[in-house]
């Protein structure tokens, strides 16, 4: 699936193998998102999910007390769903996002390329 992060300082994006935490796959591909634990406690790797779908490994993780909106999530908590978890309806609408689709993130800090 794949991931467009767009931060203060530009859009970058990457692929997500399904089940792999988001932060994982931004780092494996040298993205360097913002992180310290990368355990769901400190709420650094915070980003809004702003299209697509993306799912929560720990829905309790404490890092979540710094959520101000409902499409908020933690990149080292958050997975890339599997793309057999799409429904399949015919009702499905042409501007709606499924799993395979990607997934839109912004975050409030800088992300850059590793070099």
């Not at 310290?36 to 799912?55: D, N, P, Q, Y």
């Not at 007390?65 to 890339?80: H, I, M, P």
């Not at 399949?88 to 501007?95: F, L, Q």
Request: aromatic residues 6%; hydrophobic residues 30%; contains cysteine.
């Amino acid at each position: 699936m794949k991931i467009i992060v767009t931060a203060r300082n530009g859009t970058r994006d990457f692929e997500c193998e399904p089940g792999e935490k988001i932060l994982h796959a931004g780092l494996r591909s040298g993205v360097e998102l913002p992180y310290e634990c990368a355990t769901g406690t400190c709420g650094t790797c915070k980003a809004r999910l702003t299209s697509g779908r993306a799912e929560s490994e720990w829905p309790e993780a404490p890092g979540r007390k710094y959520f101000k909106a409902e499409g908020d999530l933690l990149t080292c908590q958050s997975v890339a769903p599997s793309a057999s978890a799409a429904p399949s309806s015919p009702e499905r609408d042409a501007g709606d996002a499924w799993p395979g689709d990607g997934a839109s993130l912004a975050t409030a800090a800088r992300s850059r390329s590793a070099r």
